[in-house]
């Protein structure tokens, strides 16, 4: 799995990218929990990731109601399928509103820029 990480930065929060090739729903729970399985990323407040696949998109928020759909649009936007893009935010105790969505777009940008 490819890692972008502190790439942005903002009232405290901090946002990585991370993403890999990806055929399944199986295949995309082992990538996000072996992204896990590094310290630093279980302890984020939320890693929210999608994968375009044959029978559908698949997505999980994370706790961060609407995102994983933020990255489902970046996905099929760049025509993108069978690859799995998670984004990665530690909460830094000040709520972003709207900004967060911005982020997290900004971040699936970064992502595919170096793909």
Known sequence: MR???????????KYAVSG?????AEAARALIKELCRKKKFARATHNTWAVLLPEGPLKNDD???GAGMVIVRMLEREGLEGHLICVTRWFGGKHLGGDRFRHVQDAVRIYLERL
Request: charged residues 20%.
């Open 3 to 13: 890692i972008l990480d502190n790439i942005i930065s903002d009232r405290g929060s």
């Open 63 to 65: 706790g961060e109601a």
């Open 20 to 24: 890999a090739p990806c055929a399944s």
